[in-house]
């Protein structure tokens, strides 16, 4: 019964974050379904422990999607 449930229900789905201090240097990982309360939590594509204590790559941070699309913006005049 309960591989059935398994089958039927979504499992939720866990997204890493790295939290970062003041000067971007690596202080934690996180997995979670939701975001983590508090400063400093920036979502992450993937973990690497070789990270803790130094500055996360370039292409380690997830962008978050823009709120408008390109063809919706206000012209400068």
């Known amino acids: 019964m309960v591989s059935l449930l398994h089958l039927l229900l979504p499992a939720p789905r866990h997204t890493a974050y790295a939290l970062l201090d003041m000067n971007g240097t690596c202080l934690a990982f996180?997995?979670?379904?939701?975001?983590?309360?508090g400063d400093g939590w920036v979502q992450m594509h993937e973990v690497q422990l070789a990270w803790?204590?130094?500055?996360?790559?370039?292409?380690a941070r997830v962008c978050k999607p823009t709120s408008r699309r390109w063809h919706q913006r206000n012209l400068a005049a």
């Open 52 to 59: 803790l204590g130094h500055a996360l790559p370039d292409g």
């Open 30 to 37: 996180k997995h979670c379904s939701q975001v983590p309360e």
